[in-house]
């Protein structure tokens, strides 16, 4: 076989030798005439995980190859998860090029959402990882949200250079892709995205013009996000595809709440007032007493308190506990990756338990 045959879906060599090894192809899928490895196949056609077994450490150095190039950089984040996807080491990776942050995934946010408010936290949130981007683009990727805008913009930054699409894993970089390739030339899924991180493998090169391309990156993996810790089976329950509906909670003091299994809010001391949850529609919320939270998580944990599932449950590190006491009214405790919960009258002490080393902040409600 020719060493240059790449697979169209994810960017590996394809080989036809090791069925076990990354970029396998069966010989006789070779003249098809959209090559792609049997473990794209399998993601598009049985939305089957086929595990690679490639280190996460090479991610990062393939991308960080892109350093010394010249060309523009799109920064894709999540907006579900700003803390687990920015990067803040993004300079180290790309250099100096001019970097454009785009947010994705603004389908799964509420109709209610003040976009301008979250603007504003956006761009505090940029400076205090350190970063400085040209522009910041809100789009879903998924839905087509605003990607003709971007696209736009791009095309008149660029200044006939590549552009770098970059970021941790699962935030939408091939999906943004496909839908660019689908606007131009009217292809769908030209390249494989899926609900596992870890999709793409390698550089993939879409050509922009006779010089130039858009080449979609592997995910860099940062292991502060809570989907690393969760099987798949629950990664399908937290992470929302649609519209987050949020669920109000009038909570007295000595209350408690439940997200699944993943995390809990204990309302401490305040008055009588509302909480308002912001997380996939499919993650159950249970409200108890606290005196009978402990047991309660005790007994229950992988069971009526799920996710965690019993597989999530192997290797996801104990919750640990933290308190917060909230002055302003309207402040998020967002829990990265998973949620965040509005305590609308601020004025609350509350402790909060989330597995440990990934991280619960505060922030402003943008609603
Ligand atoms: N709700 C929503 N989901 C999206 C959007 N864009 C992508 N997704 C979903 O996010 C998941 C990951 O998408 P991919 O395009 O494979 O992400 P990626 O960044 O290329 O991932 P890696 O290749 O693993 O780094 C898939 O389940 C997509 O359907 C969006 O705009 N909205
Ligand atoms: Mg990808």
Known sequence: MKADLICSGCGATLQSENEEAVGYIPKSALDREQLLCQRCFQLRHYNKNVTVSIDSDDFLKMVSSIYDKEGIVVHLIDIFDVNGTLLS?????????????????????????????????????????????????????????????????????????????????????????????????????????????????????????????????????????????????????????????????????????????????????????????YFSNDLMIHRTKWKNADTLYERHVGKMLSPPNEETLKTLPKLVKQSFRITEPDTDIVFSGLGWVTVVDGNATVDVYYPQGLSVSLRRSFY
Do not use: C
């Open 89 to 277: 080491n993004l300079r180290r990776i790309v250099g100096d090029k001019k970097v454009f942050l785009v947010v994705n995934k603004i389908d799964v946010l509420p109709k209610s959402t003040n976009f301008n408010k979250l603007m504003d936290w956006l761009e505090r949130e940029v400076k205090q990882h350190g970063l400085d981007v040209e522009k910041i683009f809100l789009i879903s990727a998924e839905k087509g949200w605003y990607v003709n805008d971007l696209a736009m913009a791009l095309e008149k930054e660029r200044n006939k250079q590549d552009i770098y699409v970059v970021g941790v894993t699962n935030v939408g970089k091939s999906t943004f892709i496909n839908q660019l390739i689908e606007r131009s030339t009217q292809m769908k899924d030209a390249i494989t995205t899926s609900y596992f991180p870890g999709t793409t493998l390698n550089f993939i090169r879409i050509p922009l013009d006779k010089n130039s391309s858009m080449i979609d990156t592997p995910g860099i993996v940062n292991k502060k996000q809570i989907t690393h810790y969760v099987s798949n089976k629950d990664l399908k329950i937290i992470v929302p595809k649609k519209e987050i509906k949020p669920r109000n909670y009038q909570l007295n003091a000595e209350q408690t709440l439940f997200f699944g299994g993943l995390a809990r809010l204990d309302y401490i001391k305040g008055k009588r007032q509302t909480f308002v949850g």
